[in-house]
Nanobody, 114 residues
Framework: VQLQASGGGFVQTGGSLRLSCAASGSIYRLNTMGWYCQAPGKQREVVAV???????NYADSVKGRFTISRDNAKNTMYLQMNSLKPEDTAVYYC?????????WGQGTLVTVSS
């Protein structure tokens, strides 16, 4: 399984970005996809996850600002990030968790200036 994340960049406070994660290889029909972030000096933490059935959960810090979605036909996941804050600055990683294992993409950097 290969995951390719894209869409990161530099944005000012209050701006928006849309991250994409394209999955390829042996993608099982039932899985959970998610976005995680890791800020400098901190541990990686969950941002949002979504099941193949479309059920989503969010970290409290992003509720109401970020929206996770997926297109199962394209094996692609998205993260719409609105009202960005400097504390959202981090490397964002996409993840697929399925019966065969746990897979990570290479990460995409999001920088929010104050």
């Amino acid at each position: 399984v290969q995951l390719q994340a894209s869409g990161g960049g530099f944005v000012q406070t209050g701006g928006s970005l849309r991250l994409s994660c394209a999955a390829s290889g042996s993608i099982y029909r039932l899985n959970t996809m998610g976005w995680y972030c890791q800020a400098p000096g901190k541990q990686r933490e969950v941002v949002a996850v979504i099941t193949s059935g479309g059920s989503a959960n969010y970290a409290d810090s992003v509720k109401g600002r970020f929206t996770i979605s997926r297109d199962n036909a394209k094996n692609t996941m998205y993260l719409q990030m609105n009202s960005l804050k400097p504390e959202d600055t981090a490397v964002y990683y996409c993840n697929v968790r399925q019966i065969m294992g746990d897979y990570w993409g290479q990460g995409t950097l999001v920088t929010v200036s104050s």
